[in-house]
């Protein structure tokens, strides 16, 4: 998986060279500081339905719309119960442990793959227990009060087992709402950026758990259930 510790969407913009003005120079209606808008390849990172990475572009001539293409929500919020968010660097520093390991994890685009469900769930729990080396008020977790935003960052990795089967997706937001201004708020720092589940299957039937499986109940003692929902109205 790529460090996301400073994660972008962005446009790569190539020029070709003009080979014949008389047939393509009246493609170059708009042209600022020599470069012509019709004539420039743009390229955009997105996601694809599957979260997965993808580079699209528009092909000469055609009016090119940077707009992200996000198959997911534009923004979450929290629901039922706490919830919690997962910082890039605490992330990391379980994967740098897990690539060290035997079983090693194997790292596919955004898909980190495990060997079955307890090599992830050691794999979840260690990412959540490295929480509390960076949480400034100590407390193991930065947790989220019900009704939390989240501005959603576009990045997706995909928890899987060697057989395929998906257990969780996380996605990275940014953290709107703070804490004190919610009935009861969680420990999570103002704009806190973070993984978030936005799946789960923690009973491994192949469908999005309901959100009121508790994954401590089934064995999975730090495992977070589902409790985020799309929002339409995050700003």
């Known amino acids: 998986m790529p460090n996301y510790s400073n994660p972008v969407e962005y446009t ?7 080979r014949n003005l008389a047939t393509e120079g009246g493609l170059d209606t708009s042209i600022f500081n020599g470069v012509s808008l019709q ?9 694809d339905q599957q979260g997965r990475l993808k580079i699209v572009s528009e092909k000469d001539g055609a009016e090119f719309n940077n707009v992200i ?3 997911f929500s534009d923004g979450w919020i929290t629901v039922v119960n706490t919830a919690y968010l997962y910082p890039v660097v605490n992330v990391n520093t379980a994967l740098v442990t897990f690539r060290a390991a035997s079983p090693a994890i194997i790292e596919n685009g955004n898909d980190i793959i495990f060997t079955d469900a307890t090599h992830l769930y050691n794999f979840f729990e260690a ?8 949480q400034p008020i100590g407390n193991a ?5 019900v009704g939390t935003k989240l501005q959603d960052l576009g990045i997706t990795v995909n928890l899987v087992l060697q057989n395929g089967l998906k257990m969780i997706t996380w996605r990275l937001v ?3 709402t703070s804490q004190p201004d919610l009935p009861a708020g969680g420990d999570s720092p103002d704009n806190t950026i ?9 009973d491994q039937d192949g469908v999005q758990d309901p959100l009121d499986l508790i994954p401590s109940s089934i064995g ?6 589902l409790r985020v929902s799309p929002d339409a109205f995050v700003v």
């Open 69 to 71: 293409t996000n198959p």
């Open 39 to 47: 004539r420039t390849l743009n390229m955009l990172q997105v996601n």
């Open 194 to 202: 973070g993984f978030i589940p936005i799946y789960t299957d923690w």
């Open 174 to 176: 940014k953290q709107l």
């Open 220 to 225: 999975y003692e730090y495992g977070d259930p």
């Open 141 to 145: 977790g930065y947790s989220l009060g």
């Open 127 to 134: 990412a959540y227990l490295e929480t509390a080396n960076s």
């Open 12 to 18: 790569t913009k190539l020029t070709p060279v003009l």
